[in-house]
């Protein structure tokens, strides 16, 4: 059995533990409301750009872009969050994160990817949804974990199926192959696949998805009536 004071101090411990789990909680909290608020100004100052381009444009090329708005929204978020992600991950690697280059980029990309959520979902998915929050937040990750492995294919095919490497090509050709296939090709197999997806499962058109929650009701109505009725 514990000494009295033995338990006052384990007592005194475990709070010590609560409030410093409860004061990280708080930080979060601010810190994700900052990012929210900052995101929105965002989406504000891109929907004013992207009108002003959109009326100086003519007709046809208006109604074009009026029918592809989501996809040039979209397109225009994923440029963002990319400034973002360098941007942060530069900043970080070259001061604090000098000698953890890794930490930088994975603190650059975790914050992108908010960024990317808040964004999307607050403009160019705006009037799609209809999701609980968490379990569209869970759907966005894992559609943006499958755009990241994607996007890493391409580099793999090149590097390691064709070979384009040191020695076999010249220090020249490893890096155009390597940007080519990374950033160029790369990313736009990780764009059309995110964009699909966000449409078709993270961001839903509510009346689509009503029309299909219905069309497979009735089938199964159908497949239970008996045979003859």
């Known amino acids: 059995m514990r000494h009295p004071r033995q338990l006052a101090t384990a007592?005194?411990?475990?709070?010590?533990?609560?409030?410093?789990?409860?004061?990280?909680?708080?930080?979060?909290g601010k810190y994700c409301h900052v990012l929210r608020e900052q995101c929105l100004a965002v989406c504000s100052g891109l929907v004013s750009i992207v009108d002003d381009v959109v009326r100086v444009l003519p007709q046809p090329l208006q109604d074009i872009a009026f029918r592809n708005r989501e996809l040039i929204k979209f397109a225009i978020v994923g440029a963002t969050t990319f400034v973002i992600d360098s941007g942060i991950f530069y900043a970080l690697k070259w001061t604090v994160l000098e000698e953890k280059p890794v930490t930088a980029k994975i603190?650059?990309?975790?914050?992108?990817?908010?960024?990317?959520?808040?964004?999307?979902?607050?403009?160019?998915f705006k009037n799609r949804g209809g999701r609980e929050r968490h379990h569209e937040a869970l759907l966005f990750f894992a559609v943006s974990g499958v755009g990241v492995v994607l996007s890493m294919l391409p580099l793999y095919i090149s590097r390691y199926a064709f070979q384009l490497h040191q020695p076999t090509v010249s220090f020249m050709v490893e890096n155009i192959a390597d940007f080519v296939s990374a950033y160029i090709i790369g990313n736009l197999l990780q764009m059309a696949f995110r964009f699909w997806a966000m449409r078709r499962w993270v961001f839903?058109?509510?009346?689509?998805?009503?029309?299909?929650?219905?069309?497979?009701?009735?089938e199964e109505e159908h497949h239970r009536r008996p045979l003859g009725r």
């Not at 603190?107 to 403009?123: D, F």
């Not at 839903?204 to 009735?218: A, G, K, R």
Request: aromatic fraction near 6%.
């Open 204 to 218: 839903p058109d509510e009346v689509d998805q009503m029309l299909e929650d219905l069309e497979e009701y009735v």
């Open 107 to 124: 603190i650059a990309g975790v914050i992108a990817v908010i960024a990317s959520y808040i964004l999307n979902r607050e403009w160019s």
């Open 11 to 28: 007592d005194h411990g475990d709070g010590r533990h609560r409030r410093g789990i409860e004061s990280t909680s708080i930080h979060v």
